[in-house]
């Protein structure tokens, strides 16, 4: 299902995200709600708003840290990549060209092939 998160009210997503994470608790049949309110140290009926979207932000965070998904958080808010400028303001050092390799000087032993002839 794809959601316009945009023409959604803040409740509207809340209640949505609670709904999905109720939805993974279900269909993995990972833990009932007794024993993840049990585990949270909450009682049911904060864990059951909280899955209605009217919990802390914090017991949704404690409810995927209990489903194994905390590392989906990755992608509720992705980390944004370093700009350019910013490095620059923050005194980053600037990128510095990689020297090639000097050629190899033929009159050394192992610089040149045996059986080819150097022209000079």
Same mark, same amino acid.
């Given at each position: 299902?794809?959601?316009?998160?945009?023409?959604?009210?803040?409740?509207?997503?809340? =209640?949505?995200?609670?709904?999905?994470?109720? /939805?993974?608790? @279900? !269909?993995?049949?990972?833990? %009932?709600? @007794?024993?993840?309110?049990? =585990? +949270?140290?909450? %009682? =049911? %009926?904060? +864990?059951?708003? &909280? +899955?209605?979207?009217?919990?802390?932000?914090?017991?949704?965070?404690?409810?995927?840290?209990?489903?194994?998904? +905390?590392?989906?958080? !990755?992608?509720?808010?992705? !980390?944004?990549?370093? %700009?350019? $400028?910013?490095? $620059?303001? /923050?005194? &980053?050092?600037?990128? /510095?060209?990689?020297?090639?390799? &000097?050629? &190899?000087? #033929? !009159?050394? #032993?192992?610089?040149?092939?045996?059986?080819? =002839?150097?022209?000079?």
């Amino acid at each position: 299902m794809i959601n316009n998160w945009y023409a959604m009210t803040d409740q509207a997503i809340a =209640e949505r995200l609670g709904q999905q994470l109720d /939805q993974y608790r @279900k !269909d993995g049949q990972i833990i %009932s709600q @007794k024993d993840m309110a049990h =585990e +949270l140290g909450i %009682s =049911e %009926s904060t +864990l059951r708003l &909280a +899955l209605k979207g009217r919990g802390k932000f914090s017991v949704m965070i404690g409810i995927m840290r209990t489903l194994g998904i +905390l590392d989906q958080l !990755d992608n509720l808010v992705p !980390d944004r990549p370093a %700009s350019p $400028l910013k490095m $620059l303001e /923050q005194g &980053a050092h600037r990128p /510095q060209r990689v020297r090639s390799k &000097a050629p &190899a000087e #033929p !009159d050394r #032993p192992g610089n040149a092939p045996d059986n080819q =002839e150097l022209d000079w």
